[in-house]
Nanobody
Framework: QVHVVESGGGLVQAGGSLRLSCAAS????????MGWFRQAPGKEREFVGF????????YYADSVKGRFIISRDLAKNTGYLQMNSLKSEDTAVYYC?????????????????WGQGTQVTVSS
């Protein structure tokens, strides 16, 4: 059984940093795309960024580019979302997801396994 679990959320002041972790277990391979998404109250889930299974290339939404960094530890099957210079508009529940398409995607529907989410609250 596959489990994807996010951790590291919390309350942080604007301008601060936070690092989220995403641990995937039960997969027979570490060869998957890891996507990060977020959902703020009253809004739709939106793409944040991904790290692709091929050459671990990364891609970010414009709203977080230059502030967020995605990385992964293949040996631990764990991914990370380093969030810097946080803004109040970054407040949301953050989700990570595992997908297996050949080309990593920004679409939530292209990811198969999802975590339960972790709350990030940025106070201004």
């Amino acid at each position: 059984q596959v489990h994807v679990v996010e951790s590291g959320g919390g309350l942080v002041q604007a301008g601060g940093s936070l690092r989220l972790s995403c641990a995937a277990s039960g997969l027979t391979t570490n060869n998957f795309n890891m996507g990060w998404f977020r959902q703020a109250p009253g809004k739709e889930r939106e793409f944040v960024g991904f790290i692709a299974r091929i050459v671990s290339s990364t891609y970010y939404a414009d709203s977080v580019k230059g502030r967020f960094i995605i990385s992964r530890d293949l040996a631990k099957n764990t991914g990370y979302l380093q969030m810097n210079s946080l803004k109040s508009e970054d407040t949301a529940v953050y989700y990570c997801a595992a997908g297996f398409r050949m080309v990593a995607s920004t679409r939530a529907g292209d990811y198969t396994y999802w975590g339960q989410g972790t709350q990030v609250t940025v106070s201004s």
